[in-house]
């Protein structure tokens, strides 16, 4: 299982034409593996081998690698010879739109882009543009987006932050060169599950939005603690900053109606992908009208841009409704199969790292997981640099992978179980840990 040769050919073969050989570096890794294909729960890469998959392209491909239902709905789209126009509305926008509000009746309205990136985009202008403020709060660890105003403080060390004293702000890590000095001013760095940090600074700045996933998934599976995201919705009605929802990774895996309709408070602005189209490229925006109707101010000044050649692209739209009429189609109980293969999991890997004799914690939500290397449920992505063995997590990640059971080889990203994984692949992957921990 450890032969890679072709897939670090690849890498060096692609390096010719592409800056680090890949095309999205986050997607870098050690070993880095070329997959060539992928049907349910398994992937194949160039060499031959095959592994139980648990990355899911970061999550997206809740129904499992090319859904034949999916597939199907793609495949009609191009039988029909819809087309890119570019001019006038089109049906599938239409009924994708309406189908999406149904199953998420926390939100008025959408509109459609390709990219979760430029729904976060979107979201951040409407908040600037209705309250008529800059500033926007961005969680340490947490991942809103390659954009100027949240790329900073990704997955930052404690060299590059120090040390966090609450309340307060970390300093602006930034996460690429070429973000303007001016836009660190404008943003607000603070711990997850931390109230006080948010009266902090809403008290010195005039704070347009706050933006967050409501459970911080970049850094493996942070819980809201009870309260808080209800106090958010606080702040937010009292000093009259937009609460805005990255249901990005969260949305769709979790709950037809979002990870919103799990914690009952509503955002006033809410951003989905990933899931919401099984691994095809959309991002949606949504939320309350009076906020997305800033889309459409008829005042020039009031207006928010919208525009993308691609978005609602007939193949990806086609691909989105088909993935919604399956998860919420009481016949398949996408749901209750993957919540029940996640208790099995949890359970089995609760028994096995309690054999091992160091410190552990299984963090999870419905079909994701994570495993902690560390005593307790972490709060906040501080609590995890402190505390979690990064360099145990990356040694068991590779093991798994030398056995068939491919997640991302790097330290507390998330495990994604998909509605196409059965419980006979539960029951392989259980084994294969066991193994795995043992030799290391």
């Known amino acids: 299982m450890t032969s890679w040769e072709q897939s670090s050919g690849v890498l060096l073969e692609n390096e010719n034409w592409i800056p680090g050989g890949i095309v999205s570096l986050n997607r870098k890794s050690d070993p880095n593996i070329c997959f060539v294909r992928g049907k349910g729960s398994r992937v194949q890469d160039i060499d031959g081998n095959e592994y139980i998959d648990y990355q899911a392209g970061f999550a997206a491909s809740f129904l499992g690698h090319n859904d034949p239902d999916v597939n199907a709905a793609v495949r009609n789209t191009l039988a029909e010879d819809q087309v890119l126009m570019g001019a006038g509305p089109t049906l599938l926008e239409g009924e994708f739109a309406k189908l999406f509000c149904a199953c998420v009746p926390t939100v008025d ?34 991942y809103n987006g390659w954009h100027n105003d949240v790329a900073c403080n990704v997955i930052s060390s404690l060299n590059d932050i120090g040390s966090y004293v609450s309340p307060g702000e970390y300093p602006y890590d930034a996460a690429s060169a070429g973000v303007p000095y001016g836009h660190s001013s404008l943003i607000h760095v603070i711990n997850y599950n931390d109230l006080d940090s948010v009266a902090y600074v809403v008290k010195r700045y005039p704070v347009a939005c706050i933006i967050l996933e409501p459970m911080l998934q970049n850094v493996g599976m942070i819980k809201p603690l009870p309260g808080y995201l209800e106090g958010l919705r606080k702040l937010a009605d009292e000093n009259g900053f937009l609460l805005i929802f990255d249901e990005v990774k969260t949305g769709f895996r979790h709950a037809l109606g979002g990870y919103q309709s799990i914690c009952d408070v509503q955002a006033d602005l809410s951003t989905f992908g990933k899931a919401l189209a099984n691994g095809y490229p959309v991002g949606v925006i949504g939320g309350k009208k009076k906020y997305m109707d800033y889309f459409i101010d008829p005042v020039k000044e009031n207006r928010v841009m919208i525009a993308g050649t691609y978005n609602a692209f007939p193949l990806t739209t086609a691909a989105a409704i088909a993935t919604l009429k399956k998860l919420s189609n009481p016949t398949f109980d996408v749901y209750g199969h ?23 914690h299984i963090a999870r939500q419905g079909s994701a997981f994570c495993t902690y290397f560390m005593d307790h449920q972490p709060v ?5 640099l402190a505390n979690h063995d990064f360099e145990f997590d990356v040694k068991y990640r590779k093991k798994l992978i030398e056995k068939g059971i491919f997640n991302f080889p790097a330290a507390i990203k998330q495990g994604s179980i998909s509605f196409a994984h059965t419980e006979e692949d539960i029951a392989v992957t259980l084994e294969k840990t066991k193994d795995a921990v043992n030799e290391i």
Do not use: C, W
Request: charged share 20%; aromatic share 8%; glycine share 10%.
């Open 109 to 142: 309205s959408i509109q459609i882009t390709t990219t979760g990136s430029e729904a976060t985009y979107h979201a951040i202008r409407i908040a600037r543009a209705a309250t008529k403020r800059e500033h926007v709060i961005v969680m340490q660890g947490g």
């Open 338 to 360: 993957v919540y029940k293969l996640g208790v099995i999991l949890e359970s089995g890997l609760n028994d096995i790292f309690s054999k091992l004799g160091r410190p552990f």
């Open 380 to 384: 906040d992505f501080h609590d995890i």
